[in-house]
Structures are given as structure tokens and as C-alpha cells.
């Protein structure tokens, strides 16, 4: 690309200039109404999910290149449908921009979010763009999902093993490495690139579900078509306390975690302490894993199937309470809540 492309702003070659370049990135026989036409399975439900991303709050130029933060952003969606068991369709995908932000920075944007969407089948087949005083970027995802196999927040049970997919803190730690680089110093290189990988290019668990249903469904041609799987969850964007709270508010029950079983990044330093880990794992966000409430025995399986991929943090109880528990008692147990995690409207 020669200096006088790379230096094109938006606002020289205008909203029609800018969807022309933006095309190449959507498959040519979807694109070009003024509507996308995606073709769902016999007996599939639709799923449609929305997740905004605003300059300066959830990317920023000092730790995420364009490319990263495309695909963080096509990322958060792809696990939204995980977290309902669908299955990617396609995305629309909201762009706002000032008229002096590069071309270039939008063109790898885009090439973020295809790289991320590649890996699962899936394309962009749609959208706007217009001006913003602020770089805005919605997303909405399509996806689909048997009925049966839908998972919601509200059908956890007293009973339930709570499962846990991947590791949680990993991206808090890897944004703070990227604001402050000192802290890494103990680190070597292979540490510090895969803490910094978590945060700029997390992976959707869309890799779970063929695992989950195969264990759910071992007779699944004697389901009828109102079965539902016993299965919850949601996913850990907002952290993994939030996504545990959620469930449990939702259903209407409580939950006991066990503090040693939650998967903390295993590198430490004077940094990241054992309690400081802990603390990004419930609250930091963003890691975007699968939180699952399943029968004990399904639970073990699934752990089983995804070795050291997975690990089975807790229970659900009855009451309302979420508690933090350790079962050495060196530490006193702990009530969880929302307000000790990110909210973007907290005082």
C-alpha cells in the first residue's frame, strides 16, 4: 500500500467510496439489497444477539491494533450465540466513524473481524456507516440453535455442578501488561505473549458445543420436540462472578464456588499475586468462556472430554446466596456481587 492509499481519510472518499471498499469484505451474492437473506435449518430456532464497542471504552489505539480490535469485536459476538448453544449465521455489523479516520484503519478493522469469522464458516453480510464524533462499532450476530438445545440463564437447579470452560483473568492481566509494560518484567517472552493474546484475540467457545450436545444427547432421536436438555449458562464477558450471579438470579437459586478450583492464569509474579489473579478471574472480564450448570454426572463428562480445558468450579444450592468458599479454610467465605465488577453506568 503507498503512503498517499495508507493516509486516505474516510471523509475523502465518502460513505459510498468507503461501502465499495468495505464490500470486498462480504460474500457478493448476500450483499446488495437493502436487506440479508440468511437461510436458517428445518426446526432451528433464530437467534439474534447485539454487542456495541465504543473507542476509549472498550478498545483504544494503545492497546489494540484495528486488527485486534475487529476481532474482539466479532469475538464477544460469536460468544454470545455459543452462550445460547447457536450455531453462527452470519453478522451486520454498525460503523461509526469521524471523517478523519483513516481508510486504512477501517479496511483493517474489517480484516480483524473476517479473520475471527473465518475460522467458524461465518461472514459479514451487512450494515451502515456514518459519522460519529466518537468511533462506535455495533454488531449484530444471527445464529441458530434446535430448540431443545437452547441455553438459557433461568434453567439452573438446585443440584447442578457449575462447569467452567478455559482460563479467567488471563485478559485482564494481558490488558494490564499492555498499559503498563514494567510489570512484566519477570516475565519471558512466551508468558507475556500468550497473557497479551487473551485479551486482544480471545476464541469464541463454538468448539464446546458439538462436545456438550453429544454428551446430552446420547439417545437423541428419542427427544421430542418441547424436550429440553438440562443445561444453563451464559458466558463470562462481564467476568466469571457476574456470569455465576446471573445464572443464579435468573433461576432463582444460589451457588458455592470453591476457591481453589477457579482457573487462574498459572504465571505469577510480584505483579500478579494468587489473590490478585483471583480477583481478575471473577471480576476482570472479557475472557469470553462458557459458564455451564449441568447434572453432576454430565458435568463430569464434559470436564472429562475437555481435560484440563474445563473444571468444576461449584454447585448450585438453594437459597440465593453466591458464596466463595475454601475448603482449606485459609480464607474466610466470601459473598459475591455485581458492584465489585465493571458496570458502565457505576458511580
Given amino acids: 500500500m503507498n503512503s498517499e492509499l495508507s493516509s486516505q481519510q474516510v471523509q475523502d472518499i465518502g460513505e459510498q467510496g468507503l461501502l465499495e471498499r468495505l464490500q470486498r469484505f462480504c460474500p457478493p451474492e448476500i450483499i446488495g439489497d437493502d436487506g440479508a437473506v440468511l437461510v436458517t435449518a428445518p426446526e432451528q430456532s433464530l437467534v439474534v444477539t447485539t454487542d456495541i464497542l465504543v473507542d476509549g471504552v ?27 448453544g447457536a450455531s453462527p449465521l452470519g453478522i451486520t455489523v454498525g460503523l461509526g466513524l469521524p471523517g478523519e479516520v483513516r481508510v486504512s484503519w477501517v479496511e483493517r478493522l474489517y480484516q480483524g473481524m473476517t479473520e475471527c469469522l473465518q475460522k467458524y464458516n461465518t461472514s459479514i453480510v451487512g450494515g451502515d456507516v456514518v459519522r460519529s464524533p466518537v468511533t462506535t462499532l455495533a454488531i449484530t450476530a444471527f445464529g441458530q440453535v434446535s430448540p431443545h438445545r437452547i441455553i ?27 498499559l503498563h509494560p514494567e510489570l512484566g518484567q519477570d516475565l519471558n517472552d512466551v508468558e507475556k505473549v500468550a497473557l497479551i493474546r487473551a485479551h486482544q484475540r480471545p476464541q469464541p467457545r463454538l468448539d464446546v458445543l458439538p462436545i456438550l450436545w453429544k454428551i446430552l444427547t446420547p439417545n437423541s432421536q428419542l427427544l421430542t420436540p418441547n424436550s429440553q436438555l438440562p443445561i444453563a449458562g451464559m458466558d463470562s464477558s462481564d467476568g466469571l462472578a457476574d456470569a455465576i450471579i446471573q445464572i443464579c438470579r435468573a433461576s432463582g437459586i444460589g451457588a458455592v464456588l470453591e476457591r481453589r478450583e477457579i482457573p487462574v492464569p498459572k504465571t505469577f509474579n510480584p505483579w500478579l499475586t494468587q489473590e490478585q489473579a483471583l480477583e481478575y478471574a471473577l471480576y476482570g472480564g472479557e475472557d469470553f468462556e462458557l459458564v455451564l450448570c449441568l447434572p453432576q454426572e454430565s458435568a463430569s463428562a464434559l470436564v472429562e472430554h475437555l481435560g484440563q480445558g474445563a473444571v468444576i468450579v461449584g454447585s448450585i444450592t438453594s437459597g440465593s446466596t453466591v458464596l466463595l468458599h475454601d475448603q482449606q479454610k485459609k480464607f474466610p467465605d466470601q459473598v459475591l456481587s455485581l458492584s465489585q465488577g465493571f458496570q458502565h453506568f457505576g458511580q
Fill in 58 to 84: 472498550h478498545f483504544s489505539n494503545v492497546t489494540t491494533s484495528p486488527e485486534d480490535a475487529g476481532w474482539r469485536a466479532a469475538a464477544a459476538n460469536l460468544s454470545d450465540l455459543a452462550a445460547m
Fill in 152 to 178: 438459557r440463564r433461568s434453567t439452573a437447579v438446585v443440584g447442578d455442578a457449575i462447569v467452567v470452560t478455559g482460563v479467567h483473568g488471563a485478559s485482564k492481566a494481558g490488558l494490564e501488561l499492555l
